[in-house]
């Protein structure tokens, strides 16, 4: 029997179950791509907070996993809310891609270089808040669809720039519209950004026999650490909550966290590294620093202005 990968349809998603379909092919298995339409696929108009759900690329996939439609499934590991779902279990996470957000623009190569009221698209309100910290004059407008449906977008000069994960445009070959991939020190990325997540039943022994010979050690560490961060900050994968974390030299895993207000005008920040063993800790650790900051406010701000931004 082969193993069934559920899959949305839009061009990254194909990728990326060909990508993973592919590797475990590649180790003697046989993989069925099984295509599932989301709700974030559905409804490709307004803000994704407008929707009024997380998991608006997930859930259609796991409710598939529960009830045997489909084996394991593979999310952009950011669209992947944190909350358990009884019977499912986060199998696998490959080695990462790159993690960094990207200005795309046909006229200007940097974010300084935009003009005093540029228009920017971006359907994200971590990017949104980030981009304003750093450039209060600009406008940030809601972009939605496909990478080429946004890409087109910008071509017709909806926008002056538009921004976009570095993982995404690499992976379909697009990286020739980068025209920068933004600093960390400014732009913070999306919880597991550039990181896919495997998902299966969690008692699927032989599915998750397969999916762990596709684990990364060190990514897994790195977004354990991530994804605890927004848990314990009950974010979720909407709000303007931005994390990376990563080994450096000293072996250590680093975790930087973020928190913004939506508008950008205020900016929480921490960090702390430890063991590779005490991912979840870490996740912890750094965000009750965030909240003795006042995370909490800056969070349940943004639920109201996700429900409200206008739409393109």
Known sequence: ?????????????????????????????????????????????????????QGVFTKELQRALLDGTIDFSVHSLKDLPTEPIEGLTLASVPARGPIGDCLV????????????????????????????????DLRMEDVRG???????KLAEGQYAAIILAEAGLVRLKLDEHIAQVL?????????????????ARADDETTLSALARLDDEATHSAVVAERSL??????GCLAPVGGWGRFEDDRLLHLSGVVLKSDGTARLFAHHSGAADDAEDLGRTVAEELLEQGAAALISA???AGHTAPKS
């Open 183 to 199: 600093p960390r020190a400014m732009m913070l990325p999306a919880i597991g950004q550039g990181a896919l997540g495997l998902e």
């Open 302 to 304: 943004s639920r109201v």
């Open 105 to 136: 623009s046909a006229k200007y190569r940097t974010w300084e270089e935009l003009p005093q009221g540029a228009i920017v698209g971006t359907g994200s309100q971590r990017r949104r808040a980030q981009l304003l910290h750093a450039r209060p």
């Open 230 to 235: 927004l848990h314990h900050l009950r974010g």
């Open 1 to 53: 029997m082969p193993l069934r990968l559920g899959t949305r349809g839009s061009p990254l998603a194909r990728w990326q179950a060909e990508w993973t379909a592919g590797e475990l092919r590649a180790l003697g298995y046989d993989v069925e791509l099984v295509p599932i339409v989301t709700s974030g696929d559905a409804q490709q108009v307004g803000p994704i907070g407008a929707i009024g759900t």
């Open 146 to 152: 496909n990478v080429d449906t946004r890409l087109r």
